[in-house]
T-cell receptor, first 114, second 114 residues
Framework: ETGVTQSPTHLIKTRGQQVTLRCSSQ?????VSWYQQALGQGPQFIFQ???????GRGNFPPRFSGLQFPNYSSELNVNALELDDSALYLC?????????????FGSGTRLTVV | QQQVKQSPQSLIVQKGGIPIINCAYE??????FPWYQQFPGKGPALLIA?????SEKKEGRFTISFNKSAKQFSLHIMDSQPGDSATYFC?????????????FGKGTKLSVIP
């Protein structure tokens, strides 16, 4: 059984650019959530995807968007990058949208915006 | 507005000591309180969790104490070991929402000295 895999592990982008981060969910998991973890902070919920639809969103602007594919993998897209977008982006998969299913987190993508 | 406040920010204990990490929450609708452990370069991993109808829960060397009236909960690590050195996050969520999302504290960096 594989865990949650995220790619790339690190990347550097310039302010104003766009970035796409990828996540492969754990086998058997159909729900993907994305979190942003700034340095020295706890993760903050961005959004959750279930059956290829966004079904919950945190306090993030529309330039943060996502996709979920039929194989349950997911992408996080961020447009018009700002310096404050520099953070560790965590993907978490689960076998349902409810609290009782819990999460399995990936190791994250470290994004640096310069 | 930070809904889950965590303290201390960092903690150093000797091997065998009992570090205690405290969290306070504001939203009385929260009904699930997990603790996560995060090692450098890794995503958070679920350690132990509690619901507000229970005042204490033990799993191995880890204990959660919960005080519903004070809206506080804490993590105790018995017989701490150098391998416990990590960042610990408390979190909270509420059931019945359309999506499962966690509100995290800012984290406590624990160092266990041999």
């Amino acid at each position: 059984e594989t865990g949650v895999t995220q790619s790339p592990t690190h990347l550097i982008k310039t302010r104003g650019q766009q970035v796409t981060l990828r996540c492969s969910s754990q086998s058997g998991h159909n729900t993907v959530s994305w979190y942003q973890q700034a340095l020295g902070q706890g993760p903050q919920f961005i959004f959750q995807y279930y059956r290829e639809e966004e079904n919950g969103r945190g306090n993030f602007p529309p330039r943060f968007s996502g996709l979920q594919f039929p194989n349950y993998s997911s992408e996080l897209n961020v447009n018009a990058l700002e310096l404050d977008d520099s953070a560790l982006y965590l993907c978490a998969s689960s076998s349902g949208t409810a609290q009782l299913y819990g999460y399995t987190f990936g190791s994250g993508t470290r994004l640096t915006v310069v | 507005q930070q809904q889950v406040k965590q303290s201390p920010q960092s903690l150093i204990v000797q091997k065998g000591g009992i570090p205690i990490i405290n969290c306070a929450y504001e939203n009385t609708a929260f009904d699930y309180f997990p603790w996560y452990q995060q090692f450098p370069g890794k995503g958070p991993a679920l350690l132990i969790a509690i619901r507000p109808d229970v005042s204490e829960k033990k799993e191995g060397r880890f204990t959660i104490s919960f005080n519903k009236s004070a809206k506080q909960f804490s993590l105790h690590i018995m017989d701490s070991q150098p391998g416990d050195s990590a960042t610990y996050f408390c979190a909270a969520s509420l059931s019945g929402a359309g999506s499962y999302q966690l509100t995290f504290g800012k984290g406590t960096k624990l160092s266990v000295i041999p």
